[in-house]
């Protein structure tokens, strides 16, 4: 079954402490992407990558890392969260570029106290 | 101004009617649109993309685009209370970032 699949799905964590969220597709898609949303504000992109080893700032980056050493892993990487990082965090993947639309996973809740 | 802007709602229909939903977006160049549907803590379901003016129907769902107005619309026909969700409108930004900017989202509810 073709899906995106994000761990993990809920985490509760502590001021400072590095946490990962890992993101996967078996699609073979090159595009990747991040979101947080919030009630009000909407989606939001934190990151993107069009393909290996090529990410770039989406609108809200600060204090949120990424890489993509693989095709299909684009990881969200907190260094050192903060309770306005609370939100909903949704991965997704796309074909490529242009006019194909995006495909997400089923988000992780993030809740840093 | 925001990019892409939608009506919070609620927009309240009775099962059965036609509920029409409406997004407007600012960027002149942009070329792809796509409509999502979201239920409450669930992530976002790509239901319609639509990419020339005009009108495009797949089952009860027909989107509209027109381009000169910078307006996107969504219709559900013969509505049911499972369609009782948020619909996101979507635009794929001008350029090859394939930034996708979303509205804050309309919450339809259907009321049997």
């Known amino acids: 079954e073709a899906q995106v699949t994000q761990n993990p799905r809920y985490l509760i964590t502590v001021t400072g402490k590095k946490l990962t969220v890992t993101c996967s597709q078996n699609?073979?898609?090159?595009?990747m992407s991040w979101y947080r949303q919030d009630p009000g504000l909407g989606l939001r992109q934190i990151y993107y990558?069009?393909?290996?080893?090529?990410?770039d700032k989406g609108d809200v980056p600060e204090g949120y890392k990424v890489s993509r050493k693989e095709k299909r892993n684009f990881p969200l990487i907190l260094e050192s969260p903060s309770p306005n990082q609370t939100s909903l965090y949704f991965c997704?993947?796309?074909?490529?570029?242009?006019?194909?639309?995006?495909?997400f996973g089923d988000g992780t809740r993030l809740s840093i106290l | 101004q925001k990019e892409v802007e939608q009506n919070s709602g609620p927009l309240s229909v009775p099962e059965g009617a036609i509920a029409s939903l409406n997004c407007t977006y600012s960027?002149?160049?942009?070329?792809?649109f796509f409509w999502y549907r979201q239920y409450s803590g669930k992530s976002p379901e790509l239901i319609m993309s639509?990419?020339?003016?005009g009108d495009k129907e797949d089952g009860r769902f027909t989107a509209q685009l027109n381009k000169a107005s910078q307006y996107v619309s969504l219709l559900i026909r013969d509505s049911q209370p499972s369609d009782s969700a948020t619909y996101l409108c979507?635009?794929?930004?001008?350029?090859?970032?394939?930034?996708?900017?979303f509205g804050t989202g309309t919450l339809l509810a259907v009321q049997p």
């Open positions: 960027d002149r160049v942009s070329q792809s």
């Open positions: 997704a993947s796309s074909l490529g570029t242009g006019t194909q639309p995006q495909h």
């Open positions: 979507a635009v794929l930004s001008g350029g090859a970032t394939n930034k996708l900017i």
């Open positions: 990558s069009m393909n290996v080893e090529v990410t």
């Open positions: 639509i990419y020339s003016n």
């Open positions: 699609m073979n898609h090159e595009y």
